[in-house]
């Protein structure tokens, strides 16, 4: 990038890789033209109505703001408010957002809902806590994606990149191998803006990697949801065809995580969250696949089809409904260092 600043239109992202060997990016800068939230100040809160006055720091945005549009799987439409919190810290609140008003001179009224509403005077200070507040039509952006998702790459090495805005999730990193390297990966709000939101959505969403991923030097701050979520998908025990065969089903059925032969299948008991024991997986064959199905040709979109797996051995005590994943795809490898979070969600 060598430096680089790169400001996006809100219908861009900045990079989707599949299938890449070797993928470097570094030293860049990542923006938006039009801002996925804007921040202010909240001014007056009127219970009754179930309204708040924010007098808003970028004054031309006022006229940009309103509710959800519901285009494009725009989600949960949400803000975020900077609480005090114990020991000096700084919480935040999820503030969902119906519709906004143009009261003029850079004001705008906020409705919600009584949820959000009710006690809020008792936990801030008018004229001093701060609001990040969405933009119609960019933020919670479902349908254009992760601002940079890497899928089913091998290798892959990010270093001294700056997010300062990200409409959804600023990374996706789905089912990569090799090693995955973040190094001085930042995603915050632009230095000086005074924004209380970077991304809406996680930082670095992870799923059914096998990757050996490290996390090392990143300053993640203002997260409407997640700084770090690393995890995989589970499946659900659908049949039972002999001691060593069974039919699974992924339980969530879209980002579908694929299994391979030699793998070791973990069995777990959903009702005391046991293990019941786990046994490596001999051969793997798809049943019910259909045009909608996720695979390599999809880019692994779509739903998850189902699997019949046979096992090196039985497993004692494994019944159907049983809940199951691949070990090597739930991350095994993963190391956080040096990272700082905050004003995150979770």
């Not at 808003?56 to 285009?71: F, I, N, Q, S, V």
């Not at 579908?256 to 973990?266: E, N, Q, S």
């Amino acid at each position: 990038g060598q430096g680089a600043e790169f400001r996006l239109d809100p219908s861009l992202r900045f990079l989707d890789a599949f299938n890449c060997e070797q993928l470097v990016f570094r030293n860049l800068n990542v923006d938006y033209l039009t801002q996925p939230t804007a921040p202010g100040t909240i001014m007056a809160i009127h219970p009754a109505e179930c309204t708040v006055d924010v007098q808003m720091d970028w004054p031309d945005y006022a006229a940009k703001l309103g509710g959800p549009t519901e285009e494009d799987g725009e989600q949960a439409f949400f803000g975020m408010i900077l609480m005090d919190a114990l020991y000096g810290m700084t919480k935040v609140k999820h503030f969902y957002v119906f519709g906004a008003e143009d009261l003029g001179n850079g004001v705008v009224r906020i409705q919600s809902d009584p949820g959000h509403i009710n006690g809020l005077a008792e936990k801030l200070t008018l004229g001093k806590t701060r609001i990040g507040l969405p933009v119609p039509g960019v933020a919670h952006r479902h349908g254009p994606g992760a601002l940079i998702r890497i899928n089913h790459c091998r290798n892959v090495a990010g270093e001294r990149v700056e997010i300062w805005s990200a409409p959804w999730f600023a990374f996706q990193i789905f089912r990569s191998s090799g090693k995955v390297i973040m190094k001085e990966v930042h995603v915050r709000p632009r230095p000086g803006s005074g924004k209380v939101l970077s991304a809406c959505r996680d930082a670095f969403h992870a799923k059914g990697n096998r990757a050996e991923m490290v996390f090392d030097g990143c300053i993640l701050t203002g997260l409407g949801d997640d700084a770090f979520n690393l995890a995989t998908h589970t499946s659900r025990v659908r049949r039972l065809l002999s001691p060593t065969e069974i039919e699974v089903g992924q339980h969530f059925p879209i980002q579908f995580i694929p299994m391979r032969t030699g793998d070791t299948l973990v069995v777990m008991d959903p009702k005391n969250n046991e293990i019941v024991g786990e046994s490596r997986i001999e051969s793997i064959g798809e049943t019910a696949a259909g045009p909608d199905s996720a695979s390599f040709a999809t880019h692994y979109m779509g739903r998850a089809p189902k699997l019949r797996l046979k096992l090196r051995t039985p497993i004692r005590g494994m019944e159907k409904g049983m809940v199951v994943w691949d070990r090597e795809t739930s991350n095994p490898k993963s190391t956080v260092r040096n990272c700082t979070i905050r004003r995150s969600c979770r």
